[in-house]
């Protein structure tokens, strides 16, 4: 129950990559026949997912993952103006809001919007700080940790309205929820949370976008993105595309019926409580508060039971500061420690939801019997 940290690879994504490790090993910039078909197979791959996302197969970037295309995203932009000021929001994932620091410590000026309870950012506060040297929007499309599904179709027709560009980090989305792309500029992509092989991602790159690369070398990826192609996590990575677009809308409502079970059964518990919005949230993710106990003890105990759960990204578990998503929404320290994740997937069933709702409530009764937080 950790699919927003990976998913697994798909049986029919690894029949897809296989023949690429050996047979048809080639190098995409090779002219001879094993490159050409390396190439062959690199553009069909970039053309399917070009026509899943509406946009052109040369919109579209390959990358080693999310976090390369967050950072090609923002520091791409800042290059190609030099000066300028960027609005993101608070509770963006730390691929964003490193980079946003790192941009900061280089000249720019960064806004970082504040959020509701639920974890929404107002387009409004968008508009409002929107200034004649903005260059660039970053707001992810849902956040990975309480699951909240943002306002992006709003926000892009501001920056629209503002001639500024509009990057979402859509790490967490793209093959679950409808990607409403018209106003957007920039999008960013992962293979491993579809079903796809780790180590793969992309950047849609809206034609005419004033853009510089971060990495050279010998011209792959039209210049964009220099390093010789994962073919195979390519291939991969469409394939992955294609199963989730043959499955998304029927899996979405069977994973938000099997979420919305797993919440009110584990609401019954005193003194809990859901982060993130009750309905505008990820088909599979519920994100809960307990009083009185540490999250990461929850999870190891969990864990003991064969759960899979998290606090918050994955990225950040081994971290001892409170999210900082959870912060930005008001809880106190001692609130956002004693938090868990629990993101459902195609594998998951109405059983794991009846046997994970009492392992939970088993195990924050047996914390609080201990706790030193609870008089």
Not at 318 to 338: D, F
Request: a neutral charge; one cysteine or more; aromatic letters at 8%.
């Amino acid at each position: 129950m950790d699919h927003a940290a990976t998913t697994p690879v798909a049986p029919e994504v690894l029949e897809a990559m296989n023949p690429y490790f050996s047979e048809k090993f080639g190098n995409s910039a090779s002219l001879h026949y094993f490159g050409r078909e390396a190439e062959n197979a690199l553009e069909d791959a970039r053309r399917y997912i070009a026509k899943f996302f509406g946009v052109k197969p040369e919109e579209i970037f390959f990358t080693s993952g999310g976090t390369e295309a967050d950072n090609l995203a923002l520091k791409g932009i800042a290059s190609a103006f030099g000066k300028g000021h960027i609005i993101t929001s608070q509770i963006e994932h730390h691929a964003i809001l490193h980079t946003a620091k790192w941009l900061e410590n280089h000249g720019f000026d960064v806004t970082y919007l504040p959020v509701d309870k639920y974890g929404f950012v107002n387009p409004e506060d968008v508009e409002k700080t929107i200034r004649k040297d903005t260059i660039l929007v970053s707001i992810m499309h849902a956040n990975n940790e309480i699951g909240t599904i943002e306002p992006i179709e709003e926000i892009g027709k501001i920056c629209r309205k503002y001639g500024v560009y509009f990057h979402t980090d859509a790490v967490q989305t793209v093959g679950k929820i409808p990607i409403p792309t018209k106003n957007i500029d920039l999008l960013s992509s992962s293979a491993h949370k579809l079903y796809g092989p780790k180590g793969v991602g992309l950047l849609y790159i809206k034609n005419g976008v004033k853009i510089e690369p971060i990495q050279h070398g010998g011209g792959h990826e039209r210049g964009m993105r220099s390093g010789t192609e994962n073919v195979a996590g390519i291939v991969g990575f469409a394939k992955a595309i294609e199963l989730a677009k043959k499955h998304m809308d029927k899996e979405a409502k069977r994973l938000s019926a099997l979420r919305d079970e797993l919440i009110k059964e584990t609401l019954k518990i005193g003194d809990s409580w859901l982060n993130g919005h009750p309905t505008k949230r990820l088909p599979g993710n519920a994100h809960f508060g307990f009083k009185f106990i540490e999250g990461e003890a929850l999870i190891l105990l969990l864990d003991e039971m064969g759960i899979a759960a998290s606090t918050g990204s994955a990225c950040s578990s081994k971290s001892l500061k409170p999210s900082h998503v959870l912060t930005a929404i008001g809880l106190k320290p001692e609130e956002a420690h004693g938090s868990l994740r629990l993101t459902l997937g195609k594998d998951n069933n109405e059983e794991d939801i009846k046997y994970a709702a009492d392992a939970i409530q088993d195990v924050v009764e047996k914390l609080r019997k201990i706790s030193p937080f609870k008089k």
